[in-house]
């Protein structure tokens, strides 16, 4: 998480860091813990196998900050095709990874404080330079995350999002 100043909670009139400017999970949606301890599944910081059937990796998505310059991300996991994933993959570590096409994929991430579901949503993932974390186009839709990236998230937006997740947490 990222922190951005200081800001009085409209939830519990308390003063916190922040808000974030960046919140993500460990792994995708579909991803038990107990699946670590069974063959054909694998989870790292950026790369999950399941059953070695479903592949993801992990991305950002960016969304620009109304009147800044500043961007507010998530960190969320996108399902590949087992070709992209190997692809994705083989290239790791190869800088010319950013000459690569985006890849196709559907939003693995629950992003809780969205609805409908951010769960599915059409994506398509963009290679960034070697020891930087791929970044997530969505389909231009009028689902509420696609209308942010695309027209950007207030700092009030950002505000009540830290407010939600904050307290989620309490619970």
């Given at each position: 998480m990222t922190s951005h100043e200081r800001f009085r909670c409209t939830?519990?009139?308390?003063?916190?860091?922040?808000?974030?400017?960046?919140y993500g999970t460990r792994a995708p949606a579909y991803w038990r813990d107990d699946l670590a301890s069974q063959p054909g599944n694998l989870l790292t910081a950026d790369q999950c196998v399941i059953a070695n059937e479903h592949f993801f990796i992990r991305a950002r998505i960016v969304l620009p900050i109304v009147d800044s310059s500043d961007a507010f991300e998530w960190s969320a996991w996108v399902s590949l095709s087992p070709d992209n994933y190997q692809r994705a993959c083989g290239l790791w570590n190869d800088p010319a990874r950013v000459?690569?096409?985006?890849?196709?994929?559907?939003?693995?991430?629950?992003?809780?404080?969205?609805?409908p579901?951010?769960?599915n949503l059409k994506?398509?993932?963009?290679?960034?330079?070697?020891?930087?974390?791929?970044?997530?186009?969505l389909?231009?839709?009028d689902h509420p995350l696609a209308r942010q990236q695309r027209d950007g998230i207030t700092v009030e937006?950002?505000?009540?999002?830290a407010e939600q997740?904050?307290?989620a947490e309490q619970s």
């Open positions: 939830l519990c009139a308390e003063e916190h860091a922040g808000p974030p400017l960046s000459n690569e096409r985006p890849y196709f994929g559907w939003l693995s991430t629950e992003l809780t404080p969205y609805t579901t951010t769960l994506t398509m993932v963009h290679q960034t330079p070697v020891g930087l974390t791929p970044v997530v186009e389909e231009p839709t937006q950002i505000q009540t999002l997740l904050l307290h």
